[in-house]
């Protein structure tokens, strides 16, 4: 499920990076791969937390694997859809 999450959210940030440069007003590229890399930071690593117990015996084991897992994988999948993304631009640009 996190995977498949990583996957549709760097998506998503190359869709962002695409409309961006389709416009007339643009937002520099890093400025994205920041926003969403704050995302992956402090954002979505809490849309994947577990309920709490009933019975009050709450570890923390679970939520610091996922915060771990977003951070680490989220790092890796933001750096290579935006390196990915000034590739594609750059040979693009050299074929005009």
């Not at 590229?29 to 995302?39: G, H, K, S, T, Y």
């Not at 402090?42 to 610091?64: A, H, K, Q, S, V």
Request: hydrophobic content about 55%; overall charge positive; aromatic content about 18%.
């Amino acid at each position: 499920m996190i995977l498949f999450f990583l996957i549709v959210i760097s998506l998503l940030q190359f869709a962002l990076y695409f409309l961006n440069n389709k416009y007339k007003n643009k937002v520099p590229d890093f400025v994205i791969f920041l926003l969403v890399l704050a995302c992956y930071f402090f954002i979505f690593p809490r849309l994947f937390y577990p309920e709490p117990r009933t019975d009050g015996i709450n570890c923390g084991m679970p939520i610091l694997g996922i915060i771990l897992g977003f951070w680490i994988f989220g790092t890796i999948a933001g750096i290579a859809t935006h390196l990915i993304w000034k590739l594609k631009k750059r040979k693009t640009q050299q074929n005009l």
